[in-house]
């Protein structure tokens, strides 16, 4: 069964480096080496938003010990777009777009700051688990929800055109300078990550059955879920919100593989999210000719696939 997976492994490698193949020299016209690097900078942000979302999002249903639930139910993707529709009030749609790296750190300082101040006081309190933490998310979020709506109908609709945009990822205008410093950010994230991935094939046996095989259930759970959140401020701070791209591909991930295994897991969900987001930027590109946004794709059909699996949990 082991080597059975580790084949699936490699198949979803060939095929994401076979969409990316195809991604990159298709059709190619004019200046290669101007289409190419705008290419490549498509591609290697679409890898590095995979893999951030697909392994926060693994890691994040393992603490929950859930598997219809994802980060941004913490109110991060709300957190966001408050963030953005702040800057375009304050300080108008130009110096917002005209500093996006300033834009970049501010996202995701407030965004780890939102989350830090959370679980502090949170956990400061005796008797607090996970399961409070999500409900305070969910209040927090449809604050920030609330709040971002009341400032949207006062600005200018041109700026509201502005804050619009960045509701829906988009990987066609991708900073350069900003996927250095997210590959960076995320690099340093999974190294530190890598210390803890033990501990995660004990925590989806649940929290009572890892604290009696020894596991500091509550430090660890802090300690991976700053991970979280270092991983979705940037990779949506980096393209946007794609609420729905975890649940899709680490559910997916959970039906092709069949085993509780986290190396597997982990290997895979990646790689199908590579193959989800470039796949699916080929067909917005080649079928739809840019009519639609990559998001609006995924959240539809994460969606309908969400709805499924509740349908699917309540009869079972």
């Known amino acids: 069964m082991r080597n059975w997976n580790w084949i699936k492994i490699g198949i979803l490698a060939v095929v994401a480096v076979a969409l990316i193949a195809i991604f990159l020299f298709t059709d190619v016209r004019g200046s290669w080496d101007y289409v190419l ?28 010990n859930n598997k219809i639930l994802t980060p941004s139910i913490i109110g991060l993707d709300q957190l966001y777009m408050l963030i953005q529709t702040v800057l375009v009030f304050a300080f108008g749609a130009t110096l917002t777009s005209t500093s996006k790296s300033i834009n970049f750190f501010i996202s995701i300082g407030l ?28 209040i927090f979020g449809t604050l920030f929800q609330s709040l971002s709506t009341f400032m949207q109908v006062l600005i200018d609709p041109n700026e509201f055109m502005m804050i619009q945009d960045k509701m829906f990822a988009s990987f ?46 509550d430090k660890i759970v802090k300690r991976l879920l700053v991970v979280v959140a270092i991983l979705i401020s940037v990779s949506t701070a980096l393209v946007g919100p794609i609420t729905f791209l975890g649940l899709l591909v680490v559910n997916v991930t959970y039906q092709l593989f069949k085993t509780f295994r986290h190396s597997f897991l982990i290997f895979g969900s990646i790689l199908i999210s590579i ?25 539809f059909i994460g969606g309908v696939y969400f709805i499924y699996l509740l349908l699917k949990q309540r009869k079972a």
């Open 37 to 64: 690097g705008k290419r490549t900078e498509k591609v290697l942000a679409m890898v590095l938003t995979g893999a951030a979302i697909a392994l926060s999002t693994i890691v994040f249903q393992t603490i929950t």
């Open 111 to 138: 965004m780890i700051m939102f989350v830090g101040v959370l679980y502090k006081i949170i956990f400061k309190r005796e008797g607090n688990n996970i399961y409070f933490l999500l409900l305070v998310g969910i």
């Open 275 to 299: 193959i989800s987001l470039v796949g699916g930027q080929f067909i917005v590109e080649r079928v739809f000719t840019f009519s639609t946004t990559l998001s609006v794709i995924v959240n």
């Open 172 to 217: 066609n205008n991708i900073n350069g300078d900003l996927l250095l410093l997210s590959a960076i950010v995320i690099l340093l994230t999974s190294l530190y990550f890598i210390r803890y991935f033990k501990y995660l094939d004990v925590l989806s046996l649940g929290k009572e059955q890892a604290i009696n095989l020894g596991v500091d259930f």
